[in-house]
């Protein structure tokens, strides 16, 4: 799989693609359950809905539209760092959660790799 991974059912138009700018949701890491319910919450988010907690909450430190997935998986907590964009979904990071915040890092990762994204799409979230 390329690093830009779109969803088959685009052309249909009622889904949003996802890129994946980094992390996968595999298993392993997670668990086959953990992968079905992550990839269900993504499912959500590409038809357009609107999650709020527990599922999903808004990481305007990252930047604006930009999301943080909450998932629980065998004891196991993962967070799953996205943007909401017009036309597409862009996966910022996946990470398991360590500690009560969101390490600076991560925090940075996403802002340089949304950055990247946008510049290279001349400011447009559309691949």
């Given amino acids: 799989m390329s690093d830009a991974t779109y969803n088959a059912d685009e052309?249909?138009?009622?889904?949003?693609?996802?890129?994946?700018?980094?992390?996968?949701v595999e298993t392993p890491p997670f668990s086959l359950q953990g992968r079905l319910l992550a990839g269900g919450v993504l499912r959500r988010v590409?038809?357009?809905?609107?999650l709020g907690l527990p599922h999903s909450r808004p990481m305007p430190v990252i930047g604006p539209r930009c999301h943080e997935l909450r998932l629980h998986d065998e004891g196991r907590q993962w967070r799953i760092?996205?943007?909401?964009?017009?036309?597409?979904?862009?996966?910022?990071?996946?990470?398991?959660?360590?500690?009560?915040?969101?390490?600076?890092?991560?925090?940075?990762?996403?802002?340089r790799r949304l950055s990247i994204y946008l510049l290279s799409h001349q400011g447009g979230d559309t691949p």
């Avoid at 590409?46 to 609107?50: E, F, L, T, V």
């Fill in 11 to 24: 052309t249909r138009g009622r889904e949003k693609p996802i890129v994946w700018l980094h992390g996968r």
């Fill in 46 to 50: 590409q038809r357009g809905q609107r």
């Fill in 81 to 111: 760092f996205y943007f909401v964009g017009t036309r597409v979904i862009v996966v910022l990071a996946i990470v398991a959660k360590k500690s009560t915040r969101t390490p600076q890092g991560v925090i940075e990762g996403c802002r």
